[in-house]
């Protein structure tokens, strides 16, 4: 990748862009390593790995809860401020036979939750809950450490959230930062990996199926990850998965024991037909492929590698070297995602680096306007993984050898 790119547009004017974001990917770069795999299990072979409840003090998905609000007091309350509370029913996945009461007394800045569903807001002394602002807004606030009771298809769970409650218009709003997940750990093909489910209660459906799965070295299991910061430890979940050149069949059961509750995970292995996909990019961290057979996961995968044959749609892609991390943004409608993948015939996949700065420079009336993308091997749009936005980059405008203007880029 070039630090500095040039381009000439229609009016004749040369830009410069003198750009930080994304360089070091052309330093001292090595292709990305295969990965060496033991021999594949025989087809049926089953691991199956015990999850734990666990809760972090981060979240990985943030989502909006929703709630109905009602215009009467409910049978029980403590002393509110009637002037300034607002009542309802938080209702996670929109199912009304999920619903939790609560009263928000905005004055007072406290929330109360009727966490035993007996509408009695006043025997529930864990389901009080003061908001984290000390200074607290009436139209804004947050409540931490909140166990949310849900019933799921695969249970009845208990979810660490932080609440954000907003009243700024007609009706008020929540969004909610999920803080627990279950997680263990597998050994596959001879590496210990740390294997989680984030349930997600905010969908309708088998949260299970919408949900997440949590795949990545043990060695790394206490860092933070985040369901959409591109990261890719944790990706939808597939009940049919290929990871380490290998094919499972996933399985994930519930198990109760009075109060508590373990999920088990089952891996058994499966050996499908498998094609070759040549990857011409390069520093590619992980890659997965979704709408095939399989949810195709790559780890550092190599020029050729081995996939179950069909058809599959856009890759989500995380890029890495020199510790500098960037992810692909999806729905991006001028790339062709869609491929096949056969045991005849090699398929390709043009995605990766080296990553190229770039500016496309359109003309509005007397204006001209700078767009700064981060562009891959096959045209695909990337995105810093942490951008530094006290160093945007920069731009330069000559006419000849005349600079005309000069400027930065504002982060949007």
Not at 128 to 148: D, G, I, K, P
Not at 316 to 332: R, S, V
Not at 349 to 365: E, F, W
């Amino acid at each position: 990748m070039s630090s500095a790119l040039k381009e000439i547009t229609r009016c004749g004017v040369v830009f410069l862009g003198a750009f930080l974001f994304g360089a070091s990917f052309m330093v001292n770069a090595a292709p990305g390593a295969g990965t060496t795999a033991a021999a594949n299990p025989q087809s049926g072979q089953v691991q199956t790995v015990q999850l734990e409840y666990g809760e972090v003090g981060y979240s990985f998905i943030n989502q909006g809860l929703s709630l109905v609000t009602r215009s009467t007091p409910f049978t029980k309350e403590p002393a509110l401020d009637s002037s300034k509370v607002i009542r309802g029913t938080f209702q996670p996945g929109g199912s009304a036979s999920n619903s939790i009461a609560f009263a928000w007394d905005r004055a007072a800045g406290k929330l109360y939750l009727d966490l035993n569903r007996n509408l009695d807001l006043t025997d529930d002394p864990a389901g009080v809950f003061a908001c984290r602002e000390q200074n607290h807004s009436r139209y804004y606030q947050t409540f931490t450490n909140v166990h949310l009771p849900c019933k799921t298809l695969s249970g009845n769970r208990e979810l660490l959230m932080d609440l954000n409650l907003y009243n700024y218009g007609s009706r008020p709003d929540c969004t909610a930062a999920l803080r627990s997940f279950w997680q263990g750990r597998v050994t596959l093909q001879g590496a210990d990996w740390q294997a989680g489910i984030v349930e997600n209660p905010f969908d309708k459906s088998n949260p299970l199926d919408r949900g997440y799965l949590l795949l990545r070295p043990w060695a790394e299991r206490n860092k933070p990850f985040n369901t959409s910061s591109g990261s890719l430890d944790a990706f939808p979940f597939s009940r049919k998965l290929f990871v380490q050149n290998q094919a499972y069949q996933l399985d994930c059961t519930n198990e109760s024991q009075g109060d508590s509750s373990k999920l088990r995970l089952q891996f058994t292995a499966q050996q499908p037909a498998l094609g070759e996909l040549k990857i011409t990019g390069k520093f590619i961290q992980r890659l997965v492929l979704s709408g095939g057979p399989y949810l195709v996961v790559l780890d550092q995968p190599a020029a050729g590698v081995k996939v179950p044959t069909g058809s599959y749609i856009h890759p989500d892609i995380l890029l890495e070297q020199n510790g500098t991390e960037a992810f692909c943004k999806p729905g991006q409608p001028q790339i062709r995602w869609r491929f096949s993948v056969d045991e005849k015939t090699q398929a390709v996949l043009n995605v990766g680096g080296p990553l190229t700065n770039t500016v496309i420079v359109s003309r509005h009336g007397k204006d001209l306007r700078l767009d700064y993308q981060l562009v891959g091997a096959g045209r695909e749009i990337y995105q810093l993984a942490n951008q530094n936005r006290s160093q945007p980059p920069e731009f330069a405008a000559y006419q000849g050898d005349r600079k005309i203007a000069s400027g930065k880029f504002a982060y949007g």
